[in-house]
T-cell receptor, first 114, second 114 residues
Framework: KAGVTQTPRYLIKTRGQQVTLSCSPI?????VSWYQQTPGQGLQFLFE???????NKGNFPGRFSGRQFSNSRSEMNVSTLELGDSALYLC?????????????FGDGTRLSIL | DQQVKQNSPSLSVQEGRISILNCDYT??????FLWYKKYPAEGPTFLIS?????DKNEDGRFTVFLNKSAKHLSLHIVPSQPGDSAVYFC?????????????FGKGTHLIIQP
């Protein structure tokens, strides 16, 4: 069974640009969550999507947004990039959004802002 | 304010001995707890979880213990093997399932000495 796939693996952008990251969940999983990992703050929850609807959002500015498609694939977008957005962005999937089940992670996209 | 704390940034254990990783939490609304293992350049890998209605869950060499009154959980690895060397994250979730997003500790770097 294929795992969670994130593309691209590495990305370099400059301040002020915008970026889109992609995530394909495990087949059959309908919940997709996004996390940011930085050395200072650790792993922090960005948002969660289920059935193409954002059900919850973490404490991040509106520059961070996302969407989910009918096949459960998800994208996240960061606009007006800042140096502090340099981080590892992780996507995780689980079968549904309502019960407590393990989330399974992809290998992430390493975003570097110059 | 950190709601999930892993107070030991690193832990060194001899191969074959028991590794005990600890985690404390402050939010009494958390009712599902997970441990993840992370190698460099990879995403976190799910190890084991426990619901707040239990106080112990076992899976092979891995056992998680939950003490709700103390708001404390621990992961025991017996026997420790060289491949167990990694960063271990404790995570917690509320009753809202995946939509709540996981709250992570900062991680403990486990080093297994030959």
């Amino acid at each position: 069974k294929a795992g969670v796939t994130q593309t691209p693996r590495y990305l370099i952008k400059t301040r002020g640009q915008q970026v889109t990251l992609s995530c394909s969940p495990i087949s059959g999983h309908r919940s997709v969550s996004w996390y940011q990992q930085t050395p200072g703050q650790g792993l922090q929850f960005l948002f969660e999507y289920f059935s193409e609807t954002q059900r919850n959002k973490g404490n991040f500015p509106g520059r961070f947004s996302g969407r989910q498609f009918s096949n459960s694939r998800s994208e996240m977008n960061v606009s007006t990039l800042e140096l502090g957005d340099s981080a590892l962005y992780l996507c995780a999937s689980s079968p549904d959004s309502y019960s407590n089940q393990p989330q399974h992670f992809g290998d992430g996209t390493r975003l570097s802002i110059l | 304010d950190q709601q999930v704390k892993q107070n030991s940034p690193s832990l060194s254990v001899q191969e074959g001995r028991i590794s005990i990783l600890n985690c404390d939490y402050t939010n009494s609304m958390f009712d599902y707890f997970l441990w993840y293992k992370k190698y460099p350049a990879e995403g976190p890998t799910f190890l084991i979880s426990i619901s707040s209605i239990k106080d112990k869950n076992e899976d092979g060499r891995f056992t998680v213990f939950l003490n709700k009154s103390a708001k404390h959980l621990s992961l025991h690895i017996v026997p420790s093997q060289p491949g167990d060397s990694a960063v271990y994250f404790c995570a917690a979730n509320g009753s809202g399932g995946g939509a709540d997003g996981l709250t992570f500790g900062k991680g403990t770097h486990l080093i297994i000495q030959p």
